[in-house]
């Protein structure tokens, strides 16, 4: 599995976009790009996931360079809620008969304030 | 619909003791993993079950070990707890790319 490093910690204003990027250069061809969110004692969330240029959905958007070395998830306009750990997960998943295992790092801690 | 369900949401046990806790997956999903978070760290993978077999196992003693019900529903168990062994333990059931997760339970040993 493809390791990942992103920043350790982030902070930001309340309306502000954040991009947090995460650097995966050893990602293989059928990897995919995946961001979860998560509060305390919660379960991650998932928030988007990607295999090359951009996703976007109604939470945040997904950049991923050609080389797909590296990825960038944006959130327009944070707020206050959106204060969390943001982790990005890179590997295969398989679609039938046996689900993911996913890997995990130590993940963003996105911080907001007014 | 209800989402992932995990009980109980809090527990103490004593070093030594064994603990059980359950999870309930997602409506439609057949597959169902189990992870542990430290406190400041992210998940980490301790295995996976799907038509009720293990299929893939991280890094995890032994004593560690689970099932899976024909329902899908799953259990954890781990045996002669250590004080390290204190962590949210989280299920997580997937459909394709997806991972649902459930809100953990809180595993204190003292």
């Known amino acids: 599995l493809a390791k990942t490093t992103q920043p350790i910690s982030m902070d930001s204003y309340e309306g502000q976009e954040v991009n947090i990027t995460c650097s995966h250069n050893?990602?293989?061809?059928?990897?995919?790009i995946t961001w979860y969110q998560q509060f305390p004692s919660q379960g991650p969330r998932f928030i988007i996931q990607?295999?090359?240029t951009k996703v976007t959905n109604e939470v945040a958007s997904l950049f991923i360079p050609a080389d797909r070395k590296s990825s960038t998830l944006s959130l327009p306009r944070v707020s206050l809620s959106d204060t969390a750990v943001y982790y990005c997960?890179?590997?295969?998943?398989?679609?039938?008969?046996?689900?993911?295992?996913?890997?995990f790092g130590t993940g963003t801690q996105l911080k907001v304030e007014l | 619909d209800a989402g992932v369900t995990q009980s109980p949401t809090h527990l103490i046990k004593t070093r030594g003791q064994q603990v059980t806790l359950r999870c309930s997956p997602k409506s439609g999903h057949d597959t169902v993993s189990w992870y542990q978070q430290a406190l400041g760290q992210g998940p980490q993978f301790i295995f996976q079950?799907?038509?009720?077999?293990?299929?893939q196992r991280g890094n995890f003693p032994d004593r560690f070990s689970g099932h899976q019900y024909p329902n899908y529903s799953s259990e954890l168990n781990v045996n002669a707890l250590l004080l390290g062994d204190s962590a949210l333990y989280l299920c997580?059931?997937?459909?394709?790319?997806?991972?649902?997760f459930g809100q953990g339970t809180r595993l204190t040993v003292v």
């Open positions: 990607g295999y090359k």
């Open positions: 997960l890179v590997g295969a998943y398989i679609l039938t008969g046996g689900g993911n295992k996913l890997t």
């Open positions: 079950y799907y038509e009720e077999e293990e299929r």
């Open positions: 997580a059931s997937s459909f394709r790319a997806e991972a649902f």
């Open positions: 050893n990602i293989a061809t059928n990897d995919y």
